[in-house]
């Protein structure tokens, strides 16, 4: 069965689970040279290069590992923040910020320690998000694992902010279908391709309006 006609009458959990699998399924090789592939499409954005603050995912397990760029960010001297770990704290205020010589960059399993103080950024600051996901489609819809976490921190982003999807290119499926409250990427980054979501999202939508028609 091919992953789209797998995902058309299979719900959010399924999918969730189903391509956890094929990901978990992915060597360390693997996911090293993928990731690498990936962050060398990204590293040709040119919002990348303009942005003062940056937010990303620390992978877990075989997501694409953002470590290497975000290093090179730190270095560059841009604000780099990650989530929080420590889900007692109002997530959504207290972060983690990344600095030259932060373990977390280097280390075999990366373990962030939430800081003590809260409030030090306001997501209005950030220019470009990286976001992970487990499944996604390209009109930039996503799932994760079903937390909400980045919904909720994509929802109160800038509107000129860039938004930018990690994925490997077997976790892109043609159509996904959003719920209300899901937050969909600009740009989705694949070790393939590179592309803007927006105009997936504006072709479904006349698509739509042309069937109430």
Known sequence: MSYYALQMGASKQELRLRFKELRAALSPNEVKMLSKDILDRLRKHPALSAAGCVFSYIAFGREV????LLAELVAAGKLVVAPGKDRRLDSSRCFHFLGPHDPILTAEKPEIETPDTCDLLDLRDVDIFLVPGIVWDEAGYRIGFGGGYFDKILSKRRP?????????????????HPDPWDQPVDYLVTEKRQFDTTSHRQAVKQDDDVIRL
Not at 160 to 176: H, K, M, N, R, T
């Open 65 to 68: 590992d953002t470590r290497p």
């Open 160 to 176: 000129d902010s860039l938004a930018i999807g990690l994925a490997y290119e077997f976790q892109v499926l043609p159509a996904l």
